[in-house]
């Protein structure tokens, strides 16, 4: 069973950059997604950023043209690039894994809080 560690969230102020990563302890070379969601205080979890297999991206319109989602197989991360944050985007982060079976596996969360 893969597990996945979150890092990179913390404190920034409207308009910063933060870089997530995201490391698998198994290869993730046959997987069929690799995904950045999150979830703020009495929300739910909303996928906002997802790379496939193939290498294609899909994005949350939230964060369309901001949030940039990239992966490095052989080090088994994947990534999360935000840039021109607001306070809207406080949440805690998870990334996810999807396998062909449709099995998913999640990270234990990373908080990222934009407020000035």
């Known amino acids: 069973q893969v597990q996945l560690v979150e890092s990179g969230g913390g404190l920034v102020q409207p308009g910063g950059s933060l870089r997530l990563s995201c490391v698998a302890s198994?290869?993730?070379?046959?997987?069929?997604?690799l995904g950045w969601y999150r979830q703020s205080p009495g929300g739910q979890r909303e996928m906002i950023a997802k790379?496939?297999?193939?290498?294609?991206?899909v994005y949350a319109d939230s964060v369309k043209d901001r949030f940039s989602i990239s992966r490095d197989l052989a080090k088994k991360t994947v990534y999360l690039q935000m840039n021109s944050l607001r306070p809207q985007d406080t949440a805690v982060y998870y990334c996810?894994?999807?396998?062909?079976?449709?099995?998913?596996?999640w990270g234990q969360g990373t908080q990222v809080t934009v407020s000035s």
């Open positions: 996810d894994v999807e396998y062909p079976d449709f099995t998913n596996y």
């Open positions: 198994m290869n993730i070379f046959r997987v069929r997604s």
């Open positions: 790379i496939w297999s193939d290498g294609d991206t």
